[in-house]
């Protein structure tokens, strides 16, 4: 196949314009205040697919935000590619750290991206990211160089656990049949080092609330003689992890995949610096579970880690108060074997075994997904593996992620087809922080990288 | 002295009416969005005072909220009541509790209250119980019965520490000079069990922000292998009481005032239905300190009690982030002998030294004050005494309160005077709670039975 860069070349400026214009739509699926926000972005990457040169595109409703659905088949005896992305994006906040506004995507040159970033909310995850692949698929309409059929999933509830995507999945299995799934909803280890994700974490999302007394009492009056919910939620989140940071929950690592000394002799070979590590984020020190690298620590094992915690007078000045409440939201990160659903079952009833008498506790679990792991012998790997070389001239490393993407296992179940992840994000593009971005060299490499991909898939499935 | 009850019987109906006028103003001291109102508010104080029958009344400024400062000389040679009151209040919120708006104040039966209550913030703390004072000075001028000098000190920062009191009466000496501190702005026992506040607890309030990376990160991704702030936040908060609820910090109880068996037996005279307590707060049990009754440890122990935590996501849905940051608002309560300067330093050594390299910490001191004990031998004490005999035909219980009004110990210092406390609230009361009111009959009982203190003073004082 021709490579995509003249054609990139000549309308790169039109591809950032268009992107640019979709990140300009909050759709922040976790806040309903931003519901019609949501609806047309799904409108708009419905557009998208059509001018793309998908012959079929439909909004699909569901019980929670729509999938859009896009199809362009040229030969049934071809091989069928399955492209799943999502459309919403994480909240924003807290907003006082932005440099920009999230929604008012501007073009910042940093050191990693001297050609210079696209600074919003979604930029990366996954506006951008799914954005290549439409993109991909002009290049590959508008120079008939499509080499197979393609499908397009492209949800609106990734960012609050895919609660839609299994009741649609099972429901369409017909629509979506297909040789490999191809997903950028994850990153790259260096701009010079491509990587494919061979394995992602699962998800159990829990929130706690810890009641004492049934109103709000003056802490002097009643101070030291009453539950103060705060003070034993904190216990409580105290006691999940002990001194090694080993998770205290029972039964919480017997299904645990344990790596053996071979596997963890080749992860520690991938390039890291520890000493960049800490000045990118600023800090003083890393901090994790005994006996294992930070590598090993945000990939192999799983996390407890309290996303939100509130309760009390948090305003200006002073309020002695002993608060009824006190809430907060945990998540826990799984590895393979870990079902999410069991392990959100042992956190609640451990949580609700280890409360005081003086205080009632309620754990309403949230979302999860499992995790999963791809063997890296399959034609899709291959073919992914085959485009970087192209495109990149290296091979790229498989790599462990730390990051969740429920569906993928779901769709292993349901679809009966591997997953390829290609992602070209860094870790320092800040998504689901303030200023998150996304490098132009990424997005244009990205839209190169995809359509070689399509090309070798089906040349190895002959 | 003739009984006040015919005149409060004629009047009582526009002592209900001026005291809601007065609590319709916000005069939230913490949050500086009610400067204005807070202002009002003392302008309001001014013009009673006036109306009352004081000759000089001022506005006196501070480097903070001004003083309301009133006077009224009859004769020199006679002795001198100095009242002090606030007229500022505690934030409302959660406002979502409030049957009624905090500021729209409303009179409603209740159990405790047959003759009514009257439900706003501030009417108990302590506009309500601040007022009894103004309109006992107004039947004591108006029937030529007062026996006495008094005069006001009516302030508008007790809810945030007095800030500027110390200031104020450290250069106004001569003007406040007095032979006893009256103050209404504590409680008794219950509405058959008069009492009089012999003992208070000191305070030292302190805030503490844990920071962990310079951003918010995503948290599978970085969990597991960075210091998550609300985890470690919680952890710490978790390490500052043992298993027994002792308080760990190193020398947080050298200075600590130990009572005697016999004071222990004498308080545990004191009328006290643990499961009428359970109930009126809707608790499974009491908790607190190991070897201690309840009404010990909200009097005579002190405590830690966190009044406000936040941090992450705490809106809608989830997120599934590391925070950058995270937030505590902890306060202490301190007994007698304990100094709240060397607390709050003890408590800021302490938490800054237990914190993990990979998170820096912040505490800063916000405010305090010292305990506080009055012996029952003095001249005002035996008034107050008499005074509660003639109006309610019992002898009142000295009692210990948990609570702090700091500037007791400032007045018996600056001032070289005993201060009683009487109060007329109940802990049912709701005082810095959702739904906070005063019993219209405590109200008008205050308005009798403060009279009758200043004939006995006055008496015992020849």
Chains 1, 2 share one sequence.
Not at 273 to 286: P, T
Not at 426 to 443: C, K, M, Q, V
């Amino acid at each position: 196949m021709k490579s995509a860069k003249p054609y990139i070349e000549e309308h790169k400026q039109r591809f950032i314009d268009e992107l640019i214009e979709l990140l300009k739509i909050p759709s922040i699926s976790a806040d309903p205040a931003y519901k019609d926000d949501v609806f047309n972005t799904a409108e708009a990457v419905k557009d998208s697919l059509k001018k793309a040169g998908c012959d079929t595109v439909e909004i699909c409703e569901t019980p929670g935000y729509p999938i859009v659905y896009g199809e362009k088949t040229i030969d049934k005896n071809l091989p069928t590619v399955l492209v799943y992305g999502h459309y919403d994006v994480q909240p924003p906040d807290p907003m006082d750290l932005w440099n920009s506004p999230p929604f008012d995507p501007v073009i910042e040159k940093t050191e990693i991206h001297p050609n210079g970033a696209i600074f919003a909310r979604g930029s990366c995850d996954d506006k951008g990211q799914m954005y290549m692949h439409v993109k991909a698929l002009e290049y590959m309409t508008e120079t008939n160089q499509l080499p197979c059929n393609v499908k397009f999933m492209i949800e609106g509830e990734e960012e609050v656990g895919s609660a839609s995507l299994e009741w649609f999945v099972t429901r369409n299995r017909e629509k979506l049949a297909n040789d490999v799934i191809l997903i950028s909803d994850t990153g790259m280890i260096a701009k010079g080092t491509p990587s494919i994700t061979t394995g992602l974490r699962g998800l159990s999302y829990v929130e706690v609330e810890v009641t004492g007394p049934n109103r709000d009492l003056h802490s002097g009056l009643y101070g030291g003689a009453v539950a103060n919910p705060i003070n034993i939620l904190a216990k409580m989140i105290a006691s999940l992890q002990d001194e090694n940071n080993h998770i205290t929950i029972p039964g919480f690592y017997d299904d645990v995949e344990n790596l053996s000394e071979e596997e963890r002799a080749k992860m520690a070979e991938a390039p890291f610096d520890k000493e960049a590590y800490k000045k990118a984020i600023g800090i003083g020190d890393v901090y994790g579970e005994a006996g294992y690298t930070t590598n090993e620590r945000n990939s192999i094992r799983p996390t407890l880690d309290v996303n939100g915690i509130w309760g009390g007078y948090t305003g200006e000045g002073a309020k002695t108060v002993i608060p009824s409440k006190a809430y907060a939201k945990i998540s826990m990160r799984l590895v393979p074997n870990q079902d999410w659903k069991k392990i959100s079952q042992l956190f609640k009833d451990h949580f609700e075994s280890i409360a005081p008498k003086a205080v009632t506790v309620e754990v309403k679990p949230h979302h999860g997904g499992q995790a999963y792991v791809t063997p890296i012998d399959n034609t899709g790997y291959k073919a992914a593996s085959k485009a970087y070389e192209e495109t990149f001239g290296k091979t790229p490393i498989p790599q462990r992620s730390g990051g969740s993407i429920p569906i993928v296992a779901l769709f292993e179940n349901e679809l009966k087809s591997k997953t390829i992840l290609m992602g070209f994000g860094l870790d320092t593009d800040a998504i689901h922080s303030p200023n998150e971005h996304f490098g132009i060299w990424n997005y244009l490499k990205g839209i190169e990288t995809i359509p070689q991909f399509y090309h070798y898939f089906t040349e190895m499935s002959k």
